[in-house]
């Protein structure tokens, strides 16, 4: 089930083995699963989707870089 949250702060995503690249500040859909949290958005120069593992994601939240709806 897909849920609504919103990105304040730099949240990151690691494309394959190579460099991280930041998910734009804005709305957007997360799929948590048990492992990883999928993340989706509209917003900024370049809409798309990257799944984060689910400990960076936990850390996110702690830190307030992704609040969730």
């Known amino acids: 089930m897909s849920q609504q949250a919103l990105i304040?702060?730099?949240v990151s995503f690691?494309?394959?083995d190579g460099m991280?690249?930041?998910i734009p500040d804005g709305?957007?859909?997360i799929e948590i699963a048990?492992?990883?949290v999928t993340v989706s958005?509209?917003?900024g120069r370049?809409?798309?989707s990257a799944?984060?593992?689910r400990d960076e994601y936990d850390r996110y939240v702690r830190e307030g870089k992704i609040k969730v709806d």
């Open 8 to 10: 304040r702060g730099e």
């Open 14 to 16: 690691r494309v394959g």
């Open 20 to 22: 991280m690249m930041p």
């Open 27 to 29: 709305p957007v859909d």
């Open 34 to 36: 048990d492992d990883s």
């Open 41 to 43: 958005w509209i917003e």
């Open 46 to 48: 370049d809409p798309g």
């Open 51 to 53: 799944a984060i593992p």
